[in-house]
């Protein structure tokens, strides 16, 4: 599968506050025109989940109304439930925040404000867990049966809002809120966005966890954030740590994230030139083509209006508004006709070779951060025997 994430270019996070159906419509079109396949959405916690026990019916009707458009135009839908963390922000409904300070890493924001609370525990504490399954029921079951859902996740890079205290919190969680989705509906394939950094240190919940109760297994590969890649635009990246992840969690894998922010006038260090962002999209493609992952899905639609700039994750996180393979007056980047070029060049693909991992996964996690460098450099030397 080839695909995009999506947030719109006028309101991003703001999105469902926001809601234009036109404006879905048109974009879904010109992703199918492009040759996008699947689109992978965000509920944003607080916009869906206002109280413990209450769900925004207005908000869950423009879903079924995104989901309605992605039907008529051929596309499927990958919501992802639990959005929290989302470009460098912590967006959370404010149930969720505990009293007193917190030492977070990233910025908290909760009903249009920053905030300096601590995130409760929602992998341990018994009644956040009622109240996540009682969004997970109320969606699935709004969605039940649609022609356009493809599958669920679980969650954007959780581990970036709180940390599980213990593998048994996280296992517990995980075999609740998949056994919600189940009961909906067992059909569906159930997945969880883990983040590239939940293999470079345990975090408790990475993919072996999540492969003991997910269909399968997905990963967010971004050689610009890679400290241990030879460059940013190394494309070796994603693949290795795909397959890192399959030996890890025993599950087939969904690059669900990749990308490198571009503009015509790069300003900001880790935005680079559309010609140079098309290079390495060219290379990542041609390289994909060895490996039997389940699909690829880029971040993102479009580059950020300049209205949004200002505001939160953009104004701390300046490249964040130049992922998009559309600029900002939609007009197409160099590297949009790519995704066609790699979709009529699919074939089914032989199993990996693995002789590049010499360790167990058990030791993998007693110096993963090592042992991720070391992997790295006998898998690129395989590569070019």
Not at 107 to 134: D, H
Not at 263 to 288: C, M, N, Q, S, W
Request: with cysteine.
């Amino acid at each position: 599968m080839i695909g995009l994430n999506y947030w719109p270019i006028e309101s991003a996070t703001t999105w469902w506050h926001r809601f234009d159906e036109a404006v879905v419509e048109e974009d879904f079109s010109r992703m199918k025109e492009a040759g996008v396949e699947v689109v992978r959405i965000f509920l944003l916690w607080e916009d869906f989940q206002p109280l413990p026990h209450k769900v925004s019916n207005k908000t869950i009707d423009h879903l079924v109304s995104v989901m309605e458009s992605a039907y008529q135009k051929g596309l499927k839908i990958l919501p992802t439930f639990f959005t929290g963390h989302m470009s460098g922000v912590n967006f959370l409904p404010p149930w969720m925040l505990d009293f007193g300070e917190g030492d977070t890493r990233f910025p908290i924001f909760s009903e249009g404000k920053k905030r300096r609370n601590r995130v409760q525990n929602f992998y341990k504490n018994r009644e956040l867990r009622e109240a996540q399954k009682f969004l997970v029921r109320e969606i699935a079951g709004a969605l039940k049966g649609h022609s356009a859902l493809w599958a669920w996740d679980l969650g954007n890079e959780p581990s970036n809002l709180i940390l599980p205290d213990s593998k048994d919190d996280a296992l517990r969680w995980l075999d609740e809120m998949v056994s919600e989705l189940k009961r909906v509906d067992e059909k569906i394939p159930v997945t969880l966005g883990l983040h590239q950094e939940d293999l470079e240190e345990d975090r408790k919940m990475g993919p072996e966890e999540v492969g003991r109760f997910t269909d399968f297994l997905s990963i967010h590969t971004y050689s610009i954030y890679a400290s241990w890649a030879d460059h940013p635009k190394d494309e070796e990246v994603v693949p290795f740590l795909g397959l890192l992840t399959q030996w890890l969690g025993s599950k087939e894998v969904l690059i669900e994230e990749v990308g490198i922010p571009s503009t015509k006038i790069p300003g900001h260090e880790k935005v680079v030139p559309e010609d140079e962002a098309y290079e390495y999209y060219e290379r990542l493609l041609k390289r994909f083509h060895s490996f039997p992952f389940l699909g690829i899905l880029f971040w993102c639609y479009g580059d950020y209006k300049g209205s949004l700039w200002e505001k939160l994750p953009f104004c701390e996180n300046q490249h964040e508004r130049y992922f998009g393979f559309f600029r900002e007056d939609r007009s197409p980047k160099l590297f949009l006709s790519l995704l066609k070029e790699f979709k009529e060049k699919r074939q089914a693909k032989p199993p990996p070779s693995l002789g590049w991992i010499d360790i167990s996964k058990r030791e993998y996690f007693k110096d993963p951060k090592a042992h991720l460098k070391r992997l790295y450099r006998r898998f690129k030397e395989q590569g070019m025997e």
